[in-house]
């Protein structure tokens, strides 16, 4: 079983339309979580931090459920600027280990 | 932040051959990090290089097709030795920073190194 699992997508929305991503992880002891957004050609970059009491960062809110071993990302309105592959990112509880999910495309369409 | 230089930032390289790629931080760090990114695929692991040790490889990756060098706490080199067409990929130096405080900082990545191997 992988460390992190996400949908793929692609997903392809409106201008303005809200998104969520979601992410599960196997490791119950997982310490951090991040989401990390990768554009064409480009390195990943830190879009992001997730905290047990979730957070938000304008239109991006991020959500931890450690119950259920799940992370998601909402987008509100998005813009055209979000089109990107969103990566979910986790950390063991151990060493220096950060495990990314597969990404999950998301292209906004005027 | 930590700026990463990487380089090259691309290669075209002949089956057999080898080649090394430099990896550069504007400050010291206590481990550097180096990826890989298939096509359509996510990052994996390769090896975590430690200054003044060996680095310490990831399960399906061995130190002799992919040595490792780190001279001191900013600068790193991967070399892929060997190449074949499934080398091609992306490679990605990284760096957590603020260093030393494991899996609480932020990871900074280089631009990456697009190799294509024919």
């Known amino acids: 079983r992988k460390e992190v699992e996400q949908d793929p997508g692609p997903f392809n929305v409106p201008e303005g339309a809200t998104v969520a991503f979601n992410c599960t992880y196997s490791n119950s002891a997982s310490q951090s979580f991040f989401w990390y957004r990768q554009d064409c050609r480009k390195e990943p970059k830190l879009l992001m931090s997730v905290y047990s009491s979730g957070n938000e960062d304008g239109r991006f809110t991020a959500q931890l459920n450690r119950a259920s071993q799940y992370i998601s990302l909402l987008i509100r309105d998005s813009k055209l600027s979000d089109s990107a592959t969103y990566l979910c990112?986790?950390?063991?509880?151990?060493?220096?280990?950060?495990?990314f999910g597969t990404g999950t495309s998301l292209t906004v369409i005027p | 932040s930590a700026v990463i230089s990487q380089k090259p930032s691309r290669d075209i390289c002949q089956r057999g051959t080898s080649l090394t790629i430099q990896c550069q931080v504007d400050s010291q760090v206590t481990m550097m990090f180096w990826y890989r990114q298939q096509p359509g695929q996510s990052l994996t692991l390769i090896a975590t290089a430690n200054q003044g040790s060996e680095a310490t490889y990831e399960s399906g990756f061995v130190i002799d097709k992919f040595p490792i060098s780190r001279p001191n706490l900013t600068f790193s080199t991967l070399t892929v030795s060997n190449m074949s067409p499934e080398d091609s990929s992306i490679y990605l130096c990284?760096?957590?920073?603020?260093?030393?405080?494991?899996?609480?900082?932020?990871?900074?990545f280089g631009e990456g190194s697009r190799l294509t191997v024919l």
């Open positions: 990112v986790v950390t063991a509880n151990t060493g220096n280990q950060f495990y």
């Open positions: 990284s760096v957590e920073w603020p260093s030393g405080r494991a899996n609480t900082g932020e990871l900074f």
